[in-house]
């Protein structure tokens, strides 16, 4: 699933400090995303991110 958000390094650090399963951190992509990938107790992974021009 993917989550579209503004924030994305602010909610990062956010849920991190959480306890959230980190499967990578944010990171530029080459398809114009800035992204990171989460994963749930229960192993669903979860991805949140922005468009590169909007971050």
Known sequence: MFIFCDEVD???ADI?????IVKFAPMDEPYG???FMIADPDGNHLNFGCELSKK
């Open 10 to 12: 602010s909610y990062f």
């Open 16 to 20: 991190k400090s959480k306890g959230a």
């Open 33 to 35: 995303m800035r992204d």
